[in-house]
């Protein structure tokens, strides 16, 4: 064989082994924190718009209660992706800007078990203040 093919295919197992780490490792863990966050905060600014909206329709209640169950989900992956998946020096920077996904899915958790609109509102600005929005 070609020592110069035996090279290059050497050189490409490596570039493509360290693109591999890099995205899997690295890239993908903080993609999906931030799609998780994006989707809770998507939730949470419907549902606190929605409450204090005097007479909702059938719709907008269905739509809350499916937004509620919601809640728990992205509460379990929030808490999932921040104590599993993040490497240690996104997690140092989150700590460095005081952004707390840990204690915004504590948050999230005890608003999916809220049924008082005061308490809402305030599990509500919890969660704003822990993941900075």
């Known amino acids: 064989m070609d020592p110069q093919l035996i090279i290059g295919a050497a050189i490409s197992f490596a570039a493509g082994s360290f693109i ?3 995205i899997y490792f690295f890239v993908y863990p903080i993609y999906k924190y931030r799609k998780i966050k ?13 409450i204090c909206s005097e007479d ?11 937004k509620i169950t919601l809640f728990k989900k992205h509460a379990l992956d929030l808490g999932e992706c ?3 998946l ?12 005081k952004e707390s996904p840990g204690d915004a899915s504590k948050n999230l958790m005890a608003l999916y078990n809220t049924s ?8 509500i600005n919890m969660i704003k203040l822990n993941l900075k929005i």
């Open 116 to 123: 008082n609109l005061n308490h809402a509102t305030a599990r």
């Open 82 to 84: 921040f104590d599993c």
């Open 56 to 66: 909702p329709d059938e719709s907008i209640r269905n739509e809350l209660t499916r």
């Open 38 to 50: 994006n989707q809770a905060v998507s939730d949470l600014i419907f549902y606190s718009t929605s």
């Open 20 to 22: 591999y780490i890099v």
């Open 86 to 97: 993040l490497p240690n020096w996104y997690k140092l920077m989150l700590q460095k800007r």
